[in-house]
């Protein structure tokens, strides 16, 4: 049995859709009919940039939802019919069959989500890499409190501070953290801030000012326990490094790394953290996302969604996707294609 696929041959190509083989899963594994697929900036870079070195020819895709058509032999928790969204697993990151960009993949089970009826497909599968990013970063990297599935937490009094909350991983980082009882400050364009709002921070400094005025914005609403910077671009790099050495040096965690050398007071700290879920120590926070936040917290709306901006016409189209997040057409929104059964 064969299947469609958008494959990229070699190192730089574009991508070409053409016949995959469709697998059979493997102990611990799950076939998937793909009925989404959410498009992920690195994905672009990859194509684009080489940023991570991988094998070729090679299936692109990190996060796709769908319905489970078989499962391993030892698989017991999923069943064929199920509704899930899944991550792909970086252990088997290298393996085209694990890539979103075709109509059956295969999932680890442990990555992946068992959705309620009442979970709309698009809304895991635009959220569930980014949350797995900042679930990770803010709790197992930044050591903050995890939230309940089910209900906001009582505030904690501290304060942080998540850069560029109209993102993606912004706007999810900042439901987490309100979820878990913080006070958030974050940052937002005028076109967005409304979004960002429904999200529960405190403050929303406007991040179309000047370098100067969202400098000294940052400091009038410190100083913060901690500090994500979900943009991982230059300017954000200068403008916290700014801020922090006016308090006499300090760190923060991003989702990006410095283009520059920064002083020796300032420490910038980028991790693959969605990766880190698949560390054997990190094995209980792994089934805490994916049995209970990326479910529960979708459906309870302790976690807010990313907000979808569709890519039609299959999987011909799934290059204009990787063009537009590469060439910046794509803000406060994920791409998301739906595949036809």
């Known amino acids: 049995m064969s299947h469609q696929a958008a494959w990229i041959k070699e190192q730089h190509a574009q991508l070409v859709v053409d016949e995959a083989s469709t697998p059979t899963p493997g102990p611990g594994e799950l076939l998937i009919k793909v009925k ?128 560029g909350g109209s993102s993606s991983a912004g706007g999810l980082a900042t439901s987490y953290a309100t979820a878990a009882g913080y006070e958030v400050i974050t940052t937002s364009s005028p ?21 100067a005025d969202i400098v000294s914005a940052v400091k009038s609403h410190g100083p913060y326990e901690a500090i994500f910077d979900a943009i991982g671009l230059q300017p954000v790099t200068e403008i916290l490094s700014e801020y922090l050495q006016s308090l006499g040096g300090g760190s923060w965690y991003s989702l990006g790394v410095a283009m520059k050398p920064l002083p020796e007071n300032i420490k910038q700290i980028f991790a693959p953290y969605s990766l880190s879920l698949d560390k054997p120590e990190n094995s209980e926070f792994r089934t805490w996302f994916y049995s209970e936040l990326v479910p529960k917290g979708l459906q309870s709306g302790i976690i807010v969604p990313t907000r979808a901006q569709w890519v039609e016409g299959g999987l011909g189209q799934a290059q204009k996707a990787l063009d537009m997040m590469m060439e910046g057409q794509v803000s406060g929104t994920k791409l998301l294609m739906g595949l036809s059964a």
């Open 191 to 211: 076109k967005h801030k409304s979004f960002v709002q429904s999200l529960g921070p405190s403050t929303i400094i406007d991040h179309s000012q000047s370098h």
């Open 36 to 163: 989404t697929i959410a498009f992920s900036p690195l994905e672009a870079k990859i194509q684009r940039l080489a940023l991570i070195p991988i094998s070729y020819p090679n299936i692109l895709g990190m996060s796709f939802g769908g319905t489970v058509e078989s499962v391993g032999s030892d698989v017991s928790n999923f069943k064929p019919g199920d509704k899930i969204v899944t991550v792909r697993d970086g252990a088997k990151g290298g393996d085209p069959k694990f890539g979103a960009y075709q109509q059956y993949a295969l999932a680890s089970a442990t990555s992946t989500a068992k959705l309620p009826d009442d979970v709309p497909l698009e809304n895991a599968s635009t959220s569930v890499l980014n949350m797995a990013a900042v679930a990770s970063a803010l709790s197992i990297f930044m050591g903050l409190d995890r939230p309940s599935a089910t209900s906001k937490a009582q505030s904690n009094g501290k304060k942080i501070l998540i850069y």
